[in-house]
């Protein structure tokens, strides 16, 4: 079984369109990440949810909307997608909670490419 | 702020070769440090992590020592392979907010 995961794997789309990915956690954990990563392999954190609340909002446009409808759950939605969304986007997840407090996990990712 | 600064890529090393990466840190308070490995094409795994100062975390032959006193957590391994060639991310965990704080990534290449 996956622990976390996203889909679609790849996702190629036109510049103006508006695009969602979906992310899955099977492993109980409160808090979930949604990352961007650049060309240089740099990681960027977006947004980060715990136990279904908005924790870290980053700086990122707000064409970029995240929205968890339970713990296992988050998905990112991408309104107006532009040249310069074109990433690899991951989701993670790790246990915050309790006295337990995990590394994070992360999904396969999802290569955005906005043509 | 928290920061993490690792040595920029890319490395590149032959196979059997010795291995360190530096990663240095700056915290308040006692964070959690951790070693993550992105294999091409494939999301980021835990490598191997520490929680405290003078910890040892290790996993596939490599190693990392949590210093406190130089703040740094710098990943080593005795004899590297090809099959090594990876992308390597220092982080921290602060243990205030439980962010978790990333290096910039460093690319490891390994000749055969």
């Known amino acids: 079984d996956t622990a976390v995961s996203q889909t679609p794997k790849y996702l190629v789309t036109q510049m103006g369109n508006d695009k969602s990915i979906k992310c899955e956690q099977n492993?109980?954990?409160?808090?979930m990440y949604w990352y961007k990563q650049d060309s240089k392999k740099f990681l960027k954190i977006m947004f980060s949810?715990?136990?279904?609340?908005?924790?870290i909002n980053e700086t990122v446009p707000n064409r970029f909307s995240p929205k968890s409808p339970d713990k296992a759950h988050l998905n990112l939605h991408i309104n107006s997608l532009e040249l310069g969304d074109s990433a690899v986007y991951f989701c993670?997840?790790?246990?915050?909670?309790?006295?337990?407090?995990?590394?994070?996990?992360f999904g396969q990712g999802t290569r955005l490419t906005v043509v | 702020g928290d920061s993490v600064t690792q040595m920029e890529g890319p490395v590149t090393l032959s196979e059997e070769a010795f291995l360190t990466i530096n990663c240095t840190y700056t915290?308040?308070?006692?964070?959690?440090l951790f070693w993550y490995v992105q294999y091409p094409g494939e999301g980021l795994q835990l490598l191997l992590k520490?929680?405290?100062a003078d910890d040892k975390g290790s996993n596939k032959g490599f190693e990392a020592t949590y210093r406190k006193e130089t703040t740094s957590f710098h990943l080593e391994k005795g004899s590297v392979q090809v099959s090594d060639s990876a992308v390597y991310f220092c982080?921290?965990?602060?243990?205030?907010?439980?962010?978790?704080?990333w290096g910039a990534g460093t690319k490891l290449i390994i000749k055969p």
């Open positions: 915290a308040t308070g006692y964070p959690s």
């Open positions: 949810y715990n136990n279904k609340e908005l924790i």
């Open positions: 520490a929680t405290k």
């Open positions: 993670a997840s790790s246990h915050l909670g309790g006295t337990v407090n995990t590394e994070a996990f």
């Open positions: 492993l109980g954990h409160d808090t």
């Open positions: 982080a921290l965990r602060s243990d205030s907010n439980y962010q978790l704080i």
